[in-house]
RNA sequence: GCGCCCGUAGCUCAGUUGGAUAGAGCGGCGGACUCCGGAUCCGCAGGCCGAAGGUUCAAAUCCUUUCGGGCGCACCA
């Protein structure tokens, strides 16, 4: 079996248990996290200290200290209260800390220290008994349900169907399909969307240049192919494919205008290998919405006149203007060209005004929240797009724009030239077959979105400790391995209930307890922050309190009763990591 | 010229809506259990967080200026 097939099969079955807990409504499997639960706690102490109003209350912050003299969680909200009411952020904070409910808090003990820091001693019975929720929860564990199933839209790739998906691409869809496995993770109602663009002078050229390819193949000359046209080996390729008969019958048909047979059967055929591509990597759209559509279903028109209707258009030079400089933008923008032929026709619409459109249709589907992930080649069009939103009306974070940067391939330490126009680049299935699903996905995430990434294929290929993307998967299978050789061996794995957990006591099996404690927290702040690179940096440290564990202490072999809750923390970690892997879309092997 | 993004260890990058002594991986050097997977673990070296001011109890983080890099600035898509 395949990564990727072995990935497809974890994923559905994931999406039935996820149903199927939803479905049970009143299952409270969906669980606050930790950091709520004193964000609550703290919050109740602080109004019950008088210093503060319910209106005047700053945000409550909970972090987690670097330094471990500091407690497993901190807070800083006396000295913001301190900062607004006058008083001394010392004495705020010891009433605070004196009026913090530790039992429902979970916590064993609360220290005032430094300017006015409230710092929180976690209970070594709640960490212990939160393992045994984790085999509880299972897949769920780390699911929350903050989104209420707000229907939120996220479109990212939107290549143009011109050639096969190159690595910006393959970041662009990395990061977007784990931004909807977050979204749904923290209860919203998430759906993928792949603009592909079918319409235009961009489809035209396309056309033209498989044109020319056919043409170089039965004449045997050279290919004159358009100026700005795409010369990349694919469309040989594609021209091979079309049968000797197809082709003289195309090419008849073509005319001296030309393309259009060509375009479309390009078009297709493009798309076709995209989505092939995408489904190779392991992501899936729930729509693939065709740009032409919007023309010929008379959207783009009727967006038109509910701009004018907004009173935001004028018309300068025969050509009909959006004023996006009174919403934000820096100039105005063309949404309709100024006739180039006879007198009096209307001009055609610009690619600006269909992408409002295309949004407005998006607004009218009803999605209450839409995410675009863009290329840093159109960081410049977010501006107008903001604009027209806020023009139709639309509530200010209704759009949400993120951009990915530019992914720099290197081989060692030399950069791989990567020049579209020549058709000289790495493509996604190329990248695949380098070095497999997995590991792209997981380099690709292991960045914020909008830094810049170097993408070293030579470290990717490297099946070795110098390769950071086996780390966290060696965490998993040698968790499965642990088990495997414990039922090997002959032992009886106990219920859940009758583990005692009081028995995981030692540095590293504490350390690995409070990472696991800070899962669903992780989730929640990858999915708000739009940051999935905080789920493969949490991994990485929980995998390295992991090996730490494991190589300072025994499972099977342990005096029973402790080998028996080892085995069950060792089980937690491996739930951990293979939800949180799967937030990633990367397979949690069991054999390496 | 204007706008947006980025400057953190030799390299690639984290750094929790401003928090306590700035971290990881790789690279370099030196080590580790006869025993559950050595794709692991431990230690050492390496930093004026690009620079200069400012804001405050507290700045890598916020503001201003400046230097260096990337990307945008079409009646193209």
């Known amino acids: 079996m395949t990564t990727w097939t072995s990935w497809f099969i974890y994923s559905i079955a994931r999406h039935v248990s996820i149903t199927h807990w939803r479905g049970c409504g009143e299952t409270p499997r969906v669980r606050e996290s930790i950091v709520d639960i004193l964000?609550?706690?703290?919050?109740?102490?602080?109004?019950?200290?008088?210093?503060?109003?319910?209106?005047?209350?700053?945000?409550?912050?909970?972090?987690?200290?670097?330094?471990?003299?500091?407690?497993?969680?901190?807070?800083?909200?006396?000295?913001?209260?301190?900062?607004?009411?006058?008083?001394?952020?010392?004495?705020?904070?010891?009433?605070?800390?004196?009026?913090?409910?530790?039992?429902?808090?979970?916590?064993?003990?609360?220290?005032?220290e430094g300017p006015g820091f409230v710092n929180m001693f976690i209970s070594k019975a709640h960490l212990q008994e939160n393992a045994r929720q984790i085999l509880q929860d299972g897949d769920?564990?780390?699911?929350?349900?903050?989104?209420?199933?707000?229907?939120?839209?996220?479109?990212f790739v939107s290549a143009n169907p011109t050639g096969p998906l190159n690595v910006v691409s393959a970041r662009a869809a990395a990061v977007g399909d784990s931004l909807i496995r977050l979204l749904k993770a923290c209860g919203f109602e998430a759906r993928s969307e792949f603009l592909t663009n079918d319409h235009g002078t961009q489809v035209e050229l396309l056309g033209r240049s498989l044109q020319a390819r056919v043409e170089e193949l039965r004449s045997g000359r050279p290919a004159e192919i358009p100026e700005e046209g795409y010369r990349g080996e694919y469309l040989v390729d594609l021209a091979r494919e079309i049968s000797s008969e197809t082709a003289l019958q195309m090419l008849a048909e073509a005319?001296?205008?030309?393309?259009?047979?060509?375009?479309?059967?390009?078009?297709?055929?493009?798309?076709?290998?995209?989505?092939?591509?995408?489904?190779?990597?392991?992501?899936?759209?729930?729509?693939?919405?065709?740009?032409?559509?919007?023309?010929?279903?008379?959207?783009?028109?009727?967006?038109?006149?509910?701009?004018?209707?907004?009173g935001f258009l004028y018309e300068k030079d025969g050509a009909e203007w959006f004023k996006s400089s009174e919403l934000g933008d820096e100039q105005d923008r063309v949404v309709r060209k100024s006739p180039a032929g006879q007198e009096g026709a209307a001009g055609e619409p610009t690619y600006f005004l269909s992408d409002v459109a295309y949004h407005r249709n998006k607004f009218e589907r009803g999605f209450e929240r839409v995410i675009d992930i863009w290329g840093p080649d159109h960081h410049g069009h977010v501006p107008r797009m903001q604009a027209a939103a806020r023009a139709l009306g639309y509530p200010p974070d209704w759009l949400e724009i993120l951009i990915v940067q530019w992914v720099r391939l290197m081989r060692g330490k030399e950069p791989v030239s990567m020049s579209k126009r020549a058709g000289e680049f790495v493509t996604l299935s190329e990248l695949i077959k380098e070095v497999g699903v997995d590991c792209a996905r997981f380099f690709f995430l292991m960045r914020k979105v909008n830094s810049h990434l170097d993408f070293d294929l030579e470290l990717a290929k490297r099946q070795s400790d110098e390769n950071p993307v086996y780390y966290v998967q060696y965490g998993h299978a040698r968790v499965s391995?642990?088990?495997?050789?414990?039922?090997?061996?002959?032992?009886?794995?106990?219920?859940?209930?009758?583990?005692?957990?009081?028995?995981?006591?030692?540095?590293?099996?504490?350390?690995?307890l409070r990472h696991l404690i800070c899962y669903p927290e992780q989730v929640r702040a990858a999915c708000l922050g739009r940051e999935p690179q905080k789920i493969t940096s949490y991994l990485t440290g929980l995998a390295t309190a992991f090996h730490q564990f494991y190589h300072n202490h025994r499972v099977v072999g342990a005096e029973p009763n402790?080998?028996?809750?080892?085995?069950?923390?060792?089980?937690?970690?491996?739930?951990?990591?293979?939800?949180?892997?799967?937030?990633?879309?990367?397979?949690?092997?069991?054999?390496?």
């Open 39 to 112: 964000r609550g706690a703290v919050r109740d102490a602080a109004l019950r200290t008088g210093h503060v109003q319910e209106g005047s209350l700053p945000p409550v912050v909970i972090e987690e200290p670097r330094a471990a003299g500091h407690g497993d969680f901190s807070t800083n909200i006396a000295m913001l209260v301190a900062s607004q009411s006058g008083l001394k952020a010392r004495e705020v904070a010891e009433a605070i800390a004196s009026r913090l409910d530790r039992t429902s808090a979970k916590l064993d003990r609360v220290e005032v």
């Open 140 to 155: 769920a564990y780390g699911t929350l349900n903050f989104g209420k199933g707000s229907l939120v839209q996220v479109e």
């Open 255 to 310: 005319g001296k205008a030309g393309g259009s047979k060509f375009a479309k059967f390009a078009v297709e055929r493009m798309i076709e290998g995209q989505r092939k591509d995408l489904t190779d990597f392991g992501v899936s759209f729930d729509n693939w919405f065709r740009e032409s559509s919007l023309h010929s279903s008379g959207y783009v028109e009727e967006t038109l006149a509910t701009l004018r209707d907004s």
């Open 481 to 512: 391995s642990v088990i495997e050789f414990a039922r090997e061996g002959g032992v009886e794995m106990c219920g859940l209930e009758e583990a005692d957990l009081s028995l995981l006591s030692q540095p590293e099996e504490l350390s690995l």
């Open 562 to 592: 402790l080998m028996q809750s080892r085995l069950l923390l060792v089980r937690a970690v491996k739930t951990v990591i293979k939800n949180g892997l799967d937030l990633l879309g990367v397979s949690a092997p069991d054999k390496m």
